[in-house]
Nanobody, 114 residues
């Protein structure tokens, strides 16, 4: 059974930074393209960054230049470094494949105050 666990969220002031982690069991992240999603209050979940097995990355325009996705295959963990955070980055952050292949984890809450 595949399980993903997101962590690293918190409350931060605008302009601050956070680093999110996504650890997996029952699946090897190096096999599939993996991404970070976020869901703001009252909005649909959106894909903000992805990384391929070969480490090619893609970012939504709203986070380009501020967020960096990376992975450690040895630890089977995917990271999201978030810098220059804005209040509009507030939401629950999840990791999964772009198609939502895995059962969704509980996510990690990120709150950016102005």
């Amino acid at each position: 059974q595949v399980q993903v666990v997101e962590s690293g969220g918190g409350l931060v002031q605008a302009g601050g930074s956070l680093r999110l982690s996504c650890a997996a069991s029952g699946v090897t992240f190096s096999t599939y393209r993996t991404g970070w999603f976020r869901q703001a209050p009252g909005k649909q979940r959106e894909l903000v960054a992805t990384i391929t097995p070969g480490r090619t990355t893609m970012y939504a325009d709203s986070v380009k230049g501020r967020f960096t996705i990376s992975k450690d295959d040895a630890k089977n963990t995917v990271y999201l470094q978030m810098n220059s955070l804005k209040p509009e980055d507030t939401g629950v952050y999840y990791c999964n494949t772009p198609a939502g292949r895995y059962t969704w984890g509980q996510g990690t809450q990120v709150t950016v105050s102005s």
